[in-house]
């Protein structure tokens, strides 16, 4: 068979191949997983399908409500719209990722203090959303937060105490930052 002709023969393949599929390498939550997926398959239901982390929702599927946010090397992303392929090689967070299994995440402890939820759904794309801004800002002024979580919908809480919670998490971040230093300091 010569060069030319292998080349058509693939082009074939993967423009009408139904539920062409592509190995994909993804560290998600600390741990690497391998698997194949249909090309085609998006970050959420990678996730919440392949993976059982349901803790990621998915509601407008568009890229409007910013309910099934995840942290993608460090950067949040709509995963009901990022390509599972485009996901390969790289470090993916999400909601389950926040807490060790023994402590909430600062974040989480704040929205249960804030009363910064309701029914719940919206919570874990408010989360990662505002872990991606403290990794970037551990200390952002008000509108900074507000400006941040805007493409965020709650349709229950009124965002008041969100914004409260997050102010209160980057608060108690700093607190512990500084306790960290001052413990090295004395040692
Ligand atoms: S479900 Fe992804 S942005 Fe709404
Ligand atoms: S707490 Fe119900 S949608 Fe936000």
Known sequence: MSESSRSVDTTVDVGVAAGFRVAVSVEVNGTVVERTVEARSVLSDFLRGDLGLTGTKVSCELQVCG?????????????????TADADGRSVTTVEGLSDGQTLHPLQEAFVDCMGLQCGFCTPGFLMMSKALLDENPEPEHEEIVEHLEGNICRCTGYRPIVQAVEQAAAQQRATAAGRAGGQGEA
């Open 67 to 83: 309910v099934c946010t995840v942290l993608v090397d460090g950067r949040p992303v709509s995963s009901c719209t990022y390509l």
